[in-house]
């Protein structure tokens, strides 16, 4: 599990646990000019000296990353990104199964599950929260949201926020982490 491809994938698949929401909670709203573009990460005391990703997203609004160690990139497949709003946040999705392959994980999903993150551009720079998972088991257990989990052989726990699509699940307290990963965005090349 430590070897995966962007410190993204490392937000949503800490502890070896990861979230997934089986409908899409938004209709995707088009790619964000302000979004495409190449975006470093931002390093953190317990990065290696040399080691950062990078998050590619172009103007059709397919993401790439890289996972950058010295003189060694690694690049994943690319995978369609959808953006969408709501109640003044800004929330993107992809494929579940993507993320599942980059992390060279066994287990797959259906098909139309996808990972939902929050995100915030600042000028150049880019913040994105993972659902807390741990905050979707106590949200459950309050009753204020229906969720099913699974605990395949190479994870402690999957969970999935089930049912129709509903923005409205996006608004509870503490659904997403409160420490973003933040990435800045690169230089343009010439």
Same mark, same amino acid.
């Given at each position: ?34 979004? %495409?573009? $190449?975006?470093?990460?931002?390093? =953190?005391?317990? &990065? ?5 990703? #990078? +998050? *590619? ?44 392959? %980059?992390? $060279?994980?066994?287990?797959?999903? =259906?098909?139309? &599950? ?5 995100? #915030? +551009? *600042? ?64 230089? *343009?090349?010439?």
């Amino acid at each position: 599990m430590k070897n995966l491809i962007a410190a993204l994938l490392v937000l949503l698949l800490a502890g070896c646990t990861a979230t997934f929401f089986e409908t899409p909670p938004l209709a995707s709203q088009g790619c964000d000019p302000e979004a %495409v573009g $190449s975006w470093l990460s931002v390093p =953190e005391e317990s &990065d290696a000296e040399g080691e950062h990703s #990078r +998050l *590619r997203i172009d103007t059709d609004c397919r993401l790439l990353v890289d996972e950058v160690r010295g003189t060694d990139v690694s690049t994943s497949a690319p995978v369609q990104l959808h953006l969408g709003q709501h109640a003044g946040e800004h929330y993107a999705w992809f494929d579940a199964n993507w993320m599942l392959e %980059v992390a $060279s994980a066994d287990a797959r999903v =259906e098909p139309t &599950d996808v990972v939902v993150v929050r995100y #915030r +551009l *600042r000028g150049e720079r880019l913040d994105i929260w993972p659902v807390n998972d741990e905050a979707v088991d106590r949200l459950h257990d309050q009753g204020r949201l229906v969720r099913r989990f699974e605990q395949p052989e190479e994870y402690e726990k999957l969970r999935w926020i089930t049912g129709p699509a509903n923005p409205a699940v996006l608004e509870l307290d503490g659904l997403f982490g409160s420490e973003p990963k933040r990435f800045s965005r690169e230089e *343009r090349q010439p």
